[in-house]
């Protein structure tokens, strides 16, 4: 059975830093595309970043610049590093997993995944 745990969210000010991690069991997605998305309140779940096969990324513009998606395959274990947090990155954060790697448009699709986590608050204040 596939699971996928983030941590790492919290409350933070404005311009201020947070990590989260989304560690995952059951399969290994060294070659597959996993990524992240959010959701604030009152709004859709949006698409944050992902990591593809051979490390390729993909950020959302208003992320662009001020986060950093990463893995470690040996600990099958994502990243979302997020600097200059503002408070419109208020959300709660998801990971998501794919069977297979993603292509262009493919990417940014929340129905595109096949796994999610629970998700994990980050809050930002002003």
């Known amino acids: 059975q596939v699971q996928l745990v983030e941590s790492g969210g919290g409350l933070v000010q404005a311009g201020g830093s947070l990590r989260l991690s989304c560690a995952a069991s059951?399969?290994?997605?060294?070659?597959?595309?996993m990524g992240w998305f959010r959701q604030a309140p009152g709004k859709e779940r949006e698409f944050v970043a992902v990591?593809?096969?051979?490390?390729?990324?993909y950020y959302a513009d208003s992320v662009k610049g001020r986060f950093t998606i990463s893995r470690d395959n040996g600990k099958n274990t994502m990243y979302l590093q997020m600097n200059s947090l503002k408070p419109e990155d208020t959300a709660v954060y998801y990971c998501?997993?794919?069977?297979?790697?993603?292509?262009?448009?493919?990417?940014?699709?929340?129905?595109?995944?096949?796994?999610w986590g629970q998700g994990t608050q980050v809050t930002v204040s002003s």
């Open positions: 998501a997993a794919r069977n297979t790697d993603c292509i262009g448009s493919s990417c940014f699709r929340r129905y595109n995944y096949n796994y």
């Open positions: 990591i593809r096969r051979g490390a390729y990324t």
């Open positions: 059951g399969r290994t997605f060294s070659s597959d595309a």
